[in-house]
């Protein structure tokens, strides 16, 4: 059984660091892509970051680059995102994503049950 | 900045039909956009629903389908049920970077 399992989120203050993990479980997860999606209280979702499958390519969404790192640990099965620099709208529920990429398609399949930070003095 | 718009609500009856659309900022949403829409109830992760313009996962009910109407991304639900009341959202793929759309929420009355 596929499962994603998100932890690290909190309380920090503005400009504080936080790393959110994702472990990884019931596939092989060297294979897949990877996303952090995040989603402000009442808000809709938003696309913060991918990795491919050995780690090498990394994008981000204009309103985190140079502040969120995204990286995989794939001998561990877990995805990271470093976060930086935090600001109060960078408060949400934070989920990662599998996907699976072919020739001619995208599929996010699997979800993680997200996990919140908040970002407050 | 890419903004990808849906409508904000849409009310729909047992039973009845109801297309909700993906409209992007930047002109017509073709496959190459590899539209994805994603079914969220309170409380609880987004679910896959259509990949790909019209791909369903193997969880996803017949009655919902993807297409490409008017140069948007369109997603039927045809036979409502009570439970396909949710938010619905779908999104895009721009050569790098991933643009979700603002969300539909599909109320069953």
């Known amino acids: 059984e596929v499962q994603l399992v998100e932890s690290g989120g909190g309380l920090v203050q503005p400009g504080g660091s936080l790393r959110l993990s994702c472990a990884a479980s019931?596939?092989?997860?060297?294979?897949?892509?990877m996303h952090w999606v995040r989603q402000a209280p009442g808000k809709g979702l938003v696309w913060v970051s991918r990795?491919?499958?050995?780690?090498?390519?990394?994008t981000y969404a204009d309103s985190v680059k140079g502040r969120f790192t995204i990286s995989r640990d794939n001998a561990k099965n877990t995805l990271y995102l470093q976060m930086n620099s935090l600001r109060a709208e960078d408060t949400a529920v934070y989920y990662c994503?599998?996907?699976?990429?072919?020739?001619?398609?995208?599929?996010?399949?699997?979800w993680g049950q997200g996990t919140l930070v908040t970002v407050s003095s | 900045q890419t903004v990808v718009t849906q409508e904000p609500s849409l009310t729909v009856s047992p039973g009845g039909t109801v297309t909700l659309t993906c409209a992007s900022s930047t002109g017509a949403v073709t496959s190459d956009y590899y539209p994805n829409w994603f079914q969220q109830k309170p409380g609880q992760a987004p679910r896959t629903l259509i990949y790909s313009t019209n791909n369903k996962h193997s969880w996803t009910p017949a009655r919902f389908s993807g297409s490409l109407l008017g140069g948007k991304a369109a997603l039927t639900l045809s036979g409502v049920q009570p439970e396909d009341e949710a938010e619905y959202y779908c999104?895009?793929?721009?050569?790098?970077?991933?643009?979700f759309g603002t969300g539909t929420k599909v109320t069953v009355l």
């Open positions: 999104l895009l793929y721009y050569g790098g970077v991933y643009v």
């Open positions: 994503a599998r996907v699976l990429v072919g020739t001619k398609s995208v599929l996010f399949d699997y």
């Open positions: 019931g596939f092989t997860f060297s294979s897949y892509w």
């Open positions: 990795i491919n499958s050995d780690g090498r390519t990394t």
